[in-house]
T-cell receptor, first 112, second 113 residues
C-alpha cells in the first residue's frame, strides 16, 4: 500500500531558527513529490521535485529529493511567524493511476 | 487568473441526507481531483476527472460519486450521509494529468449532525 510519512508531526520554534521537515515515501510508480503549505483551508503549492539531488529554492525555503533513499526534506531558514502552518508532502503516482498520496503533515509553529 | 472556486464554503446536513459540492477549476485546466481532509486521516484522495471521464478513484464507498461537465466544472455527491463524513472537502485543479502541480480551492467544510 502506498505510504507517505512526515516527521516530525509538530514542531515549535522561535523566529530566526532554521527548521528541517522530513518526508519519506513508499509509492508505486513514483512520478513526482510535491510540498504544500496549508494555513487555513487551501493548501498552497511550494515545490515539485522529480529529479534526485537537485535542490529547489524559493526565498528562505528549499527542498531536495533523494529517489534512492525515498525521502525529501524541506528547509526553512530564518523562520518568521508567518511560516506557521501545516506543511504537507504529497507523492504523485504515475503508470495510469495518477493520484496524489499525502502525508499527515507537519504542524510548524513559529513563536516571536 | 481566477483560482479554484468551491461552493458552498460551509454546509450543515443531517444524517441520511445527501449533499452536492461544486468545484470550478482554473480556466484552461481540464483535470479536477477531490480530496477529503479529516484530523485523523489527513488528506485522502477521492477521485479525479479529466475531460468528463473519471480517471482514478480512491478507497471510498459508493456513496461518494462525482462527475465533470464539458466546461471542466466538477460536482461531488455524497448520499446517505454519516457522521464520519464530516470533513473538509478540497478540490484541486491541474492543466492535465501528468507532471504539473495541483492548485487547491478553499474547500467546503461539511458538518453532518
Amino acid at each position: 500500500e502506498d505510504k507517505v510519512v512526515q516527521s516530525p508531526l509538530s514542531l515549535v520554534v522561535h523566529e530566526g531558527d532554521t527548521v528541517t521537515l522530513n518526508c519519506s515515501y513508499e509509492v508505486t510508480n513514483f512520478r513526482s513529490l510535491l510540498w504544500y503549505k496549508q494555513e487555513k483551508k487551501a493548501p498552497t503549492f511550494l515545490f515539485m521535485l522529480t529529479s534526485s539531488g537537485i535542490e529547489k529554492k524559493s526565498g528562505r525555503l528549499s527542498s531536495i529529493l533523494d529517489k534512492k533513499e525515498l525521502f525529501s526534506i524541506l528547509n526553512i531558514t530564518a523562520t518568521q511567524t508567518g511560516d506557521s502552518a501545516v506543511y504537507l508532502c504529497a507523492v504523485e503516482r504515475g503508470g495510469g493511476s495518477e493520484k496524489l498520496v499525502f502525508g499527515k503533515g507537519t504542524k510548524l509553529t513559529v513563536n516571536p | 487568473k481566477a483560482g479554484v472556486t468551491q461552493t458552498p464554503r460551509y454546509l450543515i446536513k443531517t444524517r441520511g441526507q445527501q449533499v452536492t459540492l461544486s468545484c470550478s477549476p482554473i480556466s484552461g485546466h481540464r483535470s479536477v481531483s477531490w480530496y477529503q481532509q479529516t484530523p485523523g486521516q489527513g488528506l485522502q484522495f477521492l477521485f479525479e476527472y479529466f475531460s468528463e471521464t473519471q480517471r482514478n478513484k480512491g478507497n471510498f464507498p459508493g456513496r461518494f460519486s462525482g462527475r465533470q461537465f464539458s466546461n471542466s466544472r466538477s460536482e461531488m455527491n455524497v448520499s446517505t450521509l454519516e457522521l464520519g463524513d464530516s470533513a473538509l472537502y478540497l478540490c484541486a485543479s491541474r492543466s492535465y494529468i501528468g507532471d504539473t502541480e495541483a492548485f487547491f480551492g478553499q474547500g467546503t467544510r461539511l458538518t453532518v449532525v
